[in-house]
């Protein structure tokens, strides 16, 4: 006889475990749950089987073959579309011949006699036979209603109380004639018990319900899959456990280094070549996969932890279910009822709360209170996304295939046929990963043009002037050469929105990415002169002449970056006479930050000798300016701003000015009698760039030498804010330290507090809370307002931190707003840890 086994389950409440895999291959005692399925077929000499598959078939069919690791003959049959359970058995009738055939799911979990089934079925004649067997809760299966003789009356699907009139469920199991299949339409789903049984029963053709002994679980939920793991282990079930069975029912595989066997209570499966440290604990009912590590004093119980997966020291599971290769960092806590997917991050002494669950490849970070479970579109405090775009080391964090996986996310999110710019800095690096994004991006059918290696700015550029619909740039961090940046662009040339942002997110942790064909792949092409597009527009929004006339002498230090293949084509119409330094280099990594500090000290050596009027230093990424006068010293960053700012004000400009919330009120003073109107936005670049992106948005810019002309381009742009500023200096007859030294002074102070996870929102609700009386704006975070000044407190975004402001009238009044408020949020901390140790 032959059988069908039905594995095309999808097993959404068995998710996150389910999530990237079939239900039918989530393990029990370290092996598929189908594996235990095929191995009770071929126990009654069932060897020849077919399985129909519909979801991620390929996992299935790698994994088991054609059947010759279990000594059978394994076919299968594939639904593209679902069929239903009588219509996936029917695809799969031209291979079964005209013999009764036996039926059975390989998502739950049993050790009945299948023998004495299709004894059964032959000795009835029947046409069908229902293997049968009584449940405790007859409420959640299917209800099958036998006569003396075993001949099914009635079914009822999913009863209530009332019509219970017996405790027998349908499992799933059958045997069937042949000609039985012929009654079921091959035109739409159609199922076995809802469907063609009933139909058959009309037709008084013979069906009978055979009650079977033994063990029968069907595995529909995260608590029904804990539980056949611990009958498992108990023996409750009759399975084929791998590795040598020690006393207590402790099955410990090949490999497995364990110091001592009493670290073990049993019943316990540790699976092949997994390592439990001295002081390790596995506790009773815990199966470890394959490759599974416990570090020094890490405590696993009751729990279910597939292959390869990480347990650092000192962390605690309890009652928990981990997918694959999951690493859990010191001192974490997993809680009862906890079910994470493959490949997550739990971060040292995080705590993940009793019943979350955790979707595949998320990161939690260290000290996070996980109380909600992350799914798809949430996350942990680590995102994909940082707060300016995203970054990580080289081939740790992001790796090439890192990198075309975010291309992909990306150009799913777009429209098939979308153009995307792309760009690059000089590192090698950044040109490994600028072609893993192109491919990603092409392989989604979108178009790239590659610019190659030229700033951002130029990206941003091309991405207004010519409606691109985003844009890409790799480069490398100012602080570290060893992290790389990945930016998107949106149109008209802002930081990616958060809508965008979420999607590309979404698409990337989901790893749902849309494949184009082979005639519908992207191309990549090549835009001619896009350099000189870009230097022609800015000098056409650029008062030239002026700035001729001023026959400015200047020294430029690139920082390594591509800004020195456009801004000559500037300079050169312009009038200027520039020295440079630091030139890009192809193939040559981008300097370190004692080397940028160096080259500024540099620039204002080369200032001195040629006598410039203005020194201007460049950051790797040609989007940061930082300024030296003519007395070769270096202008501060906040002066700078303010420098900005006042010529602005002076040269009878109308419009808005933008500034992040956390910028000195000294912009406000220098603007109140001009006609210029102060914005405030929140303290992130891509809200500042949006906001310089609206109409009547004239300059916009933050401390760190960020400084934005939405007029040309909404973004941060050295090669412009130079030009601008030339253009500002051109009618002015004092030196650029005079213009300095007239500028006001900040009292602006800031500091950074750290501060757990999972205590930043209870310090801004308790903080509310008590300032709820007080002047306050709570555009971002909490800026509290008195007769001295202003004081502020912001949580970062990507890290355990509490920024805290204040800005009074003179230095010391700025110190006690400061102290003030670091006190009160030190308090409502101390609180809080106080009363959780209690």
């Known amino acids: 006889m032959k059988a069908v086994v039905m594995a095309g389950g999808e097993g959404t409440r068995l998710r996150p475990l389910t999530s990237n895999q079939p239900k039918p291959m989530v393990p029990i005692a370290g092996k598929p749950c189908m594996e235990h399925i095929l191995e009770l077929l071929r126990d009654h000499e069932l060897n020849d089987v077919i399985v129909t598959v519909a979801f991620l078939p390929q996992e299935i069919r790698s994994y088991f073959g054609g059947g010759d690791a279990l000594g059978m003959n394994i076919s299968y049959s594939v639904e593209e579309s679902p069929l239903g359970t009588a219509g996936s058995v029917r695809l799969a009738s031209r291979e079964l011949g005209d013999e009764p055939f036996l039926v059975i799911s390989s998502d739950a979990l049993c050790d009945v006699d299948l023998s004495e089934l299709v004894r059964f079925h032959n000795e009835k004649a029947a046409a069908v036979t229902i293997g049968l067997k009584s449940v405790e809760n007859p409420l959640e299966f299917g209800i099958v209603v036998t006569d003396d003789d075993g001949r099914v009356e009635r079914f009822l699907e999913k009863p209530s109380w009332g019509q219970v009139f017996s405790d027998t469920a349908n499992t799933g199991i059958y045997v069937l004639a042949p000609e039985v299949l012929r009654h079921v339409p091959t035109d739409r789903?159609?199922?076995?018990?809802?469907?063609?049984?009933?139909?058959?029963?009309?037709?008084?053709?013979?069906?009978?319900?055979?009650?079977?002994?033994?063990?029968?679980?069907?595995?529909?939920?995260?608590?029904?899959?804990?539980?056949?793991?611990?009958?498992?282990?108990?023996?409750?079930?009759?399975?084929?456990?791998?590795?040598?069975?020690?006393?207590?029912?402790?099955?410990?595989?090949?490999?497995?280094?364990?110091?001592?066997?009493?670290?073990?209570?049993?019943?316990?499966?540790?699976?092949?070549?997994?390592?439990?440290?001295?002081?390790?604990?596995?506790?009773?009912?815990?199966?470890?996969?394959?490759?599974?590590?416990?570090?020094?004093?890490?405590?696993?119980?009751?729990?279910?932890?597939?292959?390869?997966?990480?347990?650092?020291?000192?962390?605690?599971?309890?009652?928990?279910?981990?997918?694959?290769?999951?690493?859990?960092?010191?001192?974490?806590?997993?809680?009862?009822?906890?079910?994470?997917?493959?490949?997550?991050?739990?971060?040292?002494?995080?705590?993940?709360?009793?019943g979350v669950r955790i979707y595949p490849y998320k990161e939690v970070e260290s000290g996070a209170l996980i109380h909600e479970s992350l799914i798809w579109e949430s996350r942990a405090s680590s995102r994909v996304f940082g707060r300016d775009g995203v970054q990580g080391l080289i081939n740790?964090?992001?790796?090439?295939?890192?990198?075309?996986?975010?291309?992909?996310?990306?150009?799913?999110?777009?429209?098939?046929?979308?153009?995307?710019?792309?760009?690059?800095?000089?590192?090698?690096?950044?040109?490994?990963?600028?072609?893993?994004?192109?491919?990603?991006?092409?392989?989604?059918?979108?178009?790239?043009?590659?610019?190659?290696?030229?700033?951002?700015?130029?990206?941003?550029?091309?991405?207004?002037?010519?409606?691109?619909?985003?844009?890409?740039?790799?480069?490398?961090?100012a602080a570290d050469p060893e992290v790389i940046r990945i930016q998107f662009y949106e149109r008209p040339g802002i930081q990616i929105t958060a809508a965008l942002q979420k999607e590309v997110e979404k698409n990337f942790t989901r790893r749902e990415l849309r494949r184009a064909s082979a005639a519908d792949v992207g191309t990549i092409f090549y835009p001619p002169r896009p350099a000189e597009s870009y230097a022609a527009d800015l000098l056409a929004s650029l008062d030239a002449t002026a700035i001729r006339e001023r026959q400015f002498r200047l020294v430029v230090d690139y920082g390594y970056s591509a800004a020195s293949l456009v801004l000559p084509l500037v300079l050169g119409p312009l009038g200027v006479e520039a020295v440079s330094a630091h030139a890009f280099i192809a193939d040559r990594a981008s300097p370190s930050p004692r080397s940028l500090h160096e080259t500024i000290g540099q620039a204002k050596n080369l200032v001195r000798a040629v006598g410039a009027e203005l020194g201007a230093v460049f950051d790797p990424a040609a989007e940061r300016l930082y300024l030296i006068d003519e007395k070769a010293r270096e202008v501060p960053v906040d002066k700078a701003l303010l420098l900005y700012l006042r010529l602005i004000s002076s040269d009878g400009r109308r419009g808005k000015l933008?500034?992040?919330?956390?910028?000195?009120?000294?912009?406000?003073?220098?603007?109140?009698?001009?006609?210029?109107?102060?914005?405030?936005?929140?303290?992130?670049?891509?809200?500042?760039?949006?906001?310089?992106?609206?109409?009547?948005?004239?300059?916009?810019?933050?401390?760190?030498?960020?400084?934005?002309?939405?007029?040309?381009?909404?973004?941060?742009?050295?090669?412009?804010?130079?030009?601008?500023?030339?253009?500002?200096?051109?009618?002015?007859?004092?030196?650029l330290s005079e213009l300095v030294a007239d500028l006001p002074t900040s009292t602006l102070v800031h500091r950074e507090l750290p501060c757990p996870w999972a205590l930043k929102g209870l310090v801004m609700r308790v903080l509310t809370e008590r300032l709820r009386d007080r002047e306050l704006d709570l555009l971002d975070g909490i800026k509290l307002f008195d007769e001295r000044g202003w004081a502020q407190v912001l949580p970062d975004p990507d890290e355990p931190i509490i920024h805290l402001y204040a800005e009074g009238r003179t230095d010391e009044e700025s110190a006690a707003l400061e102290r003030e408020l670091r006190t009160l949020v030190e308090e409502i901390m101390q609180t809080q840890e106080t009363g959780t140790r209690g």
């Not at 995260?222 to 791998?242: K, S």
């Not at 364990?258 to 070549?273: R, S």
């Open 658 to 735: 933008a500034f992040p919330i956390t910028v000195t009120n000294l912009v406000d003073e220098i603007t109140r009698d001009s006609p210029l109107e102060v914005i405030r936005t929140p303290a992130s670049l891509a809200d500042l760039t949006r906001a310089a992106a609206e109409d009547g948005v004239v300059f916009a810019g933050a401390l760190g030498g960020g400084y934005v002309f939405p007029e040309f381009l909404p973004a941060y742009d050295a090669i412009t804010s130079l030009c601008k500023l030339l253009e500002l200096l051109a009618p002015v007859q004092q030196p």
């Open 189 to 354: 789903p159609y199922d076995f018990s809802h469907d063609l049984f009933p139909l058959l029963l009309d037709m008084g053709r013979p069906i009978y319900g055979y009650v079977m002994d033994g063990y029968w679980q069907d595995i529909g939920n995260l608590d029904q899959y804990r539980q056949a793991n611990y009958d498992a282990l108990d023996g409750t079930v009759r399975l084929h456990i791998e590795g040598i069975q020690l006393r207590g029912n402790i099955w410990i595989g090949e490999g497995v280094d364990l110091a001592e066997l009493d670290q073990v209570e049993g019943p316990a499966f540790i699976g092949n070549n997994s390592r439990i440290a001295p002081d390790a604990v596995v506790g009773a009912h815990t199966v470890l996969g394959a490759n599974v590590t416990l570090r020094e004093r890490a405590r696993v119980e009751r729990s279910v932890i597939d292959a390869g997966t990480h347990i650092g020291r000192s962390v605690l599971v309890e009652g928990a279910i981990l997918g694959r290769s999951c690493d859990l960092r010191a001192h974490a806590r997993l809680q009862e009822g906890v079910a994470i997917g493959d490949e997550v991050t739990i971060g040292a002494e995080s705590v993940i709360t009793a």
């Open 396 to 477: 740790v964090d992001l790796t090439p295939e890192t990198a075309l996986r975010l291309g992909a996310a990306l150009g799913t999110a777009l429209p098939r046929g979308a153009r995307v710019v792309a760009t690059r800095e000089s590192p090698p690096v950044c040109r490994m990963l600028k072609r893993s994004v192109i491919t990603g991006l092409i392989s989604t059918g979108v178009e790239v043009a590659d610019l190659r290696m030229l700033p951002s700015s130029v990206n941003r550029h091309l991405l207004k002037a010519e409606r691109f619909d985003a844009g890409v740039h790799v480069g490398v961090s």
